[in-house]
Nanobody, 119 residues
Framework: QVHLVESGGGLVQPGGSLRLSCAAS????????MAWYRQAPGKQRELAAS???????NYPDSMKGRFTISRDNTKNTVYLQMNSLKPEDTAVYYC?????????????WGQGTQVAVSS
């Protein structure tokens, strides 16, 4: 089994920054694409950022220039640096990874970490 554990969420004022981390553990042969999603109250889960195994990144327009996704393959960890945070960034943030493990490649999700942007 593979487990993803997120950390780094919290309360921050508008304009502030946070850095989220998500580490995978378990029987891992290789981690392919990694991503961060978020879900605000009453809204559908949406992509916040993604990064391929070749380190190509993708961001929705609302996150471009403010969010930066990165990965450390030696630690099976993905990061999300969030700058210039806005109240509308308030959400639960989930990491997602495509992992080759026993039985073949599968998608795994973290438990989520709360980010609140408020003055």
């Amino acid at each position: 089994q593979v487990h993803l554990v997120e950390s780094g969420g919290g309360l921050v004022q508008p304009g502030g920054s946070l850095r989220l981390s998500c580490a995978a553990s378990g029987v891992i042969f290789r981690v392919h694409a990694m991503a961060w999603y978020r879900q605000a109250p009453g809204k559908q889960r949406e992509l916040a950022a993604s990064i391929t195994s070749g380190v190509d990144t993708n961001y929705p327009d609302s996150m471009k220039g403010r969010f930066t996704i990165s990965r450390d393959n030696t630690k099976n960890t993905v990061y999300l640096q969030m700058n210039s945070l806005k109240p509308e960034d308030t959400a639960v943030y989930y990491c997602n990874m495509d992992v080759s493990t026993i039985g073949g490649p599968r998608q795994f999700w973290g438990q989520g970490t709360q980010v609140a942007v408020s003055s």
